[in-house]
């Protein structure tokens, strides 16, 4: 069945960096978009990082506020996707979420897979 896991959150102090992982499985990893949200307490939940299938050229994009400071990276050999962050501040504190999503080429139907999140605490 189709899964994300994401694991590698934690507490952390200003500055810090952290790493989180997502591992795949169930579905054809390698063709879907992996995209990071969050979600902070009171808030809706936002685009981090994405980046695009093996087909689709490769593409990034990262939200502003975290430009310069986190990267997303995936191994689709593995099935895994990484966040990197770096220079954490207090307001990047949210539970993060992978996320992979595609569209079938015959039918045009969207596919949504989410994680269950994981936890990112940034606190002196």
């Known amino acids: 069945q189709v899964q994300l896991v994401e694991s590698g959150g934690g507490l952390v102090q200003p500055g810090e960096s952290l790493t989180l992982s997502c591992a795949a499985s169930?579905?054809?990893?390698?063709?879907?978009?992996v995209s990071w949200y969050r979600q902070a307490p009171g808030k809706e939940r936002e685009e981090v990082a994405t980046?695009?299938?093996?087909?689709?050229?490769?593409?990034?994009r990262y939200a502003d506020d975290v430009k310069g400071r986190f990267t997303i990276t995936r191994d689709n050999d593995r099935n895994i996707a990484w966040l990197q962050m770096s220079n954490l501040q207090s307001e990047d504190t949210a539970r993060y979420y992978c996320?992979?999503?595609?569209?079938?080429?015959?039918?045009?139907?969207?596919?949504?897979?989410w994680g269950q999140g994981t936890q990112v605490t940034v606190a002196s």
């Open positions: 980046q695009s299938g093996r087909h689709s050229g490769g593409w990034h």
């Open positions: 169930g579905f054809a990893f390698d063709s879907f978009r």
């Open positions: 996320n992979a999503w595609a569209r079938e080429i015959a039918t045009s139907k969207e596919l949504d897979y």
